[in-house]
């Protein structure tokens, strides 16, 4: 009987836990994989660059990651990325300013112009977002300060994204993704028909202990 009973539970846990909400990490928009040969455009010293996304419906954008190019063709660099200033907003260089910090930099080569390639990894409080918007970047900061010689330079990679650089206008897109999480509650006909199997179950199984 403890046994019959124990397996009751045990299926009885199982159906409620496939009935969760399920939460699950993944990428909600990519623009493509890095260039590093082309282009990339400045994101300090004034200059900022805003793309395009569309991250669909009911995701938490939480994770950024992008490529940039530190350095120079006479010198490539060391002094890394630490902060950068993020805006996600409905339109292009729109939205509240947010500094990202606790920056992963992860050294991917250095380019035929001899700059130093980097892809900087962010994590940041949840950011519910519904569709369209812009991201943009500017004001990055490295391991000597926010007023020093080391341009950070944005990877241009010509995704599908629509971008703009302030004192340009349009130009081609850049290297991100965006991550988070993306709600994934059953329909509440699921639910029920869970439900209704729980119970039908229960019955049959007190039928039999009781038998």
Known sequence: MKMRIASLALLIGCLLLAVAPAMADSILYSNGPYNGTTDAWTINFGFSVSDSFNVGSDPKVRDLSFVYWDGSASAPSSDLLTTVDMQIGSTSFGGTTQTLSGVTNTFLGTNQYGYSLYQADFSFADIPWVGAGYITLSNACTTSGCSV????????????????ENTLGSIPS????????????????????FASGILGVAGVLRRRLMG
């Open 149 to 164: 010689s080391t341009p950070i330079y944005w990877d241009e990679n010509s995704g599908p994204s629509t971008a703009y």
């Open 174 to 193: 850049e290297a991100f993704t965006l991550s988070g999480t993306r709600d994934t509650t059953p329909e509440p006909s699921s639910i029920m028909l």
